[in-house]
């Protein structure tokens, strides 16, 4: 059994909506959307929406860099703070959960962070859609949330995939971190 557990920000717990349809074999409109090729033994332990400060400390125990700002409690970091603290909070999630897979994502200003962690290598990556969560373009926010959520599940795939860690020797979009 692969057991999945995410900390999500900016994707709104979308990613793992989509991690639990797909598991659980949903069809329709209660069906994934995006996912479509997990294989059979995958199962989401959990999925938290995490976008404050307070909850990265309370719920994940961790304490990530002092945010730019602050909006109402929301943390707001720049493109490559985001890109540590979802790696931060992908760890911390996998680790408090028990799962092998940790998934974290957080965005205030620039493209976001993204962050899947296993047991041997974390990957590190943003989504591809610049946006300022200080701003009030929902629009703009939005297209970034997608393109995070696709992106995310796109790699979780090919992790789960059968030539894992070596899909990403190809790629430049990413970062391999190894443990």
Do not use: W
């Amino acid at each position: 059994m692969i057991k999945i557990a995410t900390a999500e920000c900016f994707t709104h717990g979308i990613i793992a909506r989509e991690i639990h349809a797909s598991s659980q074999g949903y069809q329709g409109d209660f069906g994934p959307k995006l996912l479509k090729k997990l294989p059979q033994d995958v199962v989401l332990l959990c999925g938290m929406f995490i976008p404050t400060l307070s909850a990265l400390k309370s719920v994940l125990n961790i304490y990530p860099p002092t945010p730019n700002q602050l909006i109402r409690g929301i943390k707001v970091y720049d493109e490559k703070t985001d890109q540590e603290v979802a790696v931060l909070m992908a760890k911390a999630v996998k680790n408090i959960s028990g799962a092998n897979i940790g998934i974290g994502t957080t965005a205030g200003i620039g493209r976001g962070g993204i962050a899947i962690s296993t047991e041997k290598f974390t990957v590190k990556t943003t989504s591809d859609v610049q946006a300022d969560l200080c701003s009030s373009n929902s629009e703009q926010l939005l297209k970034r949330q997608k393109s995070g959520v696709e992106k995310t599940l796109n790699i979780l795939e090919e992790i789960l995939g059968p030539d894992g860690e070596e899909t990403f020797a190809y790629r430049d979009d990413v970062d391999v971190l190894k443990h």
